[in-house]
Nanobody, 124 residues
Framework: QVQLVESGGGLVQTGGSLRLSCAAS????????MAWIRQPPGKKREFVTA????????YYVDSVKGRFTISRDNAKNTLYLQMNSLKPEDTAVYSC?????????????????WGQGTQVTVSS
């Protein structure tokens, strides 16, 4: 069955960095667009970034542009999120998600498969 398993979250100080990973299995990873979506405590989900199936196109929400980088390794069936210059407002549960639609969707509802999420906490 489809599985998306995130790792790499943790506690970091303001200005620090983290690298999240999302290991995919149970589907043809290289045929799916992927995304990172986060949910801050007590708030609704926020779309963060997406990458198309080949890695040739990406999208970032304005608040993370220049600080976060999404990438993928189709040979390893793994999605990554490099997060630099972290801020307290980046604190959230980060989930990876997959969709077979090749349109670089930027709304959570377009994604069919989701991981459980990994907690990222940025202290001030």
């Amino acid at each position: 069955q489809v599985q998306l398993v995130e790792s790499g979250g943790g506690l970091v100080q303001t200005g620090g960095s983290l690298r999240l990973s999302c290991a995919a299995s149970g589907f043809t990873f290289s045929n799916y667009d992927m995304a990172w979506i986060r949910q801050p405590p007590g708030k609704k989900r926020e779309f963060v970034t997406a990458i198309n199936y080949s890695g040739g196109r990406t999208y970032y929400v304005d608040s993370v542009k220049g600080r976060f980088t999404i990438s993928r390794d189709n040979a390893k069936n793994t999605l990554y999120l490099q997060m630099n210059s972290l801020k307290p407002e980046d604190t959230a549960v980060y989930s990876c998600a997959a969709t077979p639609q090749s349109v670089l969707a930027t709304t959570p509802s377009k994604y069919d498969y989701w991981g459980q999420g990994t907690q990222v906490t940025v202290s001030s």
